[in-house]
C-alpha cells in the first residue's frame, strides 16, 4: 500500500473484469457498486485520500495503521450504517460531517488519538445503536445531545479525559445494556437515575473521581 494515501477511487468491482471470485474483503452489490470494504487486521498503513464509494454500507478497518485526521468528505458515505476506524493512529478532531451520517447504526473509533470535544452533532445519529469512544484523549463536558440516541443499546466512552458529571440526559437511553465511563475523569455524584436504566447489564464507572453516596436506586438493576 502507498504510504501517504492509500484510499484510491472507486475500483471497477470484479464481476466487470470476468472475474469468478470477489476481491478480499470487498463485497458489490447488483450494480458493481461497492457495498462492503472491510479489511481488519490487514496492515494498512497511510491516511485517507478521498471517498468515492457513494453506496458504501460497512467500512471496517479496524486494527491497521491509518494516520492523520479522519477527514471532512467522509459525509460522501451518506449511505452507510457501520463505521469502525478502532485501533488506528488517528488524531484531531471528530468530524463535524460525520453528523451527516444520519443512517448510522454503529459507530466505533475507538482506540485512537483522537481530541477536543464529542460534538453535539452526534444526538443527530438517532439510528445509532452502538457508540464506542473510548481509548481516545476526548476532553469537555459530554454533551446533553447524547441522550437523543434512545435506539443506543451500547455506549462506551471510557478512557478519555472529560470534564464535569454523568450527564442527566442519559435517562433517556432506556435501550442501553452496556454502559462505560472507567477511567474518564468524570466528577461529582453518581445520579440516581441510573436505577431508570432497566436494561443494564454492565455499568462501568471505576477509576474516576465521583464521589458521595451510591445511590440506592442502583438496586433496581
Known sequence: M???SWWQPQPICPVFL?????????????????????LPYFGLRGTFHSFNFSNLLTLNLWNNSLYGTIPSHISNLTKITNLDLCDNHFTGNIPLEIGLLTSLNFLYLCENNL????????GTLKHLSILYLRGNKLSGFIPLEI?????????DLSNNDFTGRIPFS??????LSILSFFNSKLSSFIPSFIGNLRNLSILSLWDNELSD????E????
Open 2 to 4: 502507498e504510504s501517504k
Open 18 to 38: 470476468g472475474w469468478q471470485q470477489p476481491w478480499l474483503g470487498i463485497t458489490c452489490d447488483n450494480s458493481g457498486s461497492v457495498v462492503d470494504f472491510s
Open 115 to 122: 481530541t477536543g470535544l464529542i460534538p453535539a452533532f452526534i
Open 147 to 155: 441522550g437523543s440516541l434512545q435506539s443506543l443499546s451500547s455506549l
Open 170 to 175: 442519559i435517562e433517556n437511553m432506556r435501550n
Open 213 to 216: 453516596l451510591i445511590p440506592p
Open 218 to 221: 442502583i438496586g433496581s438493576l
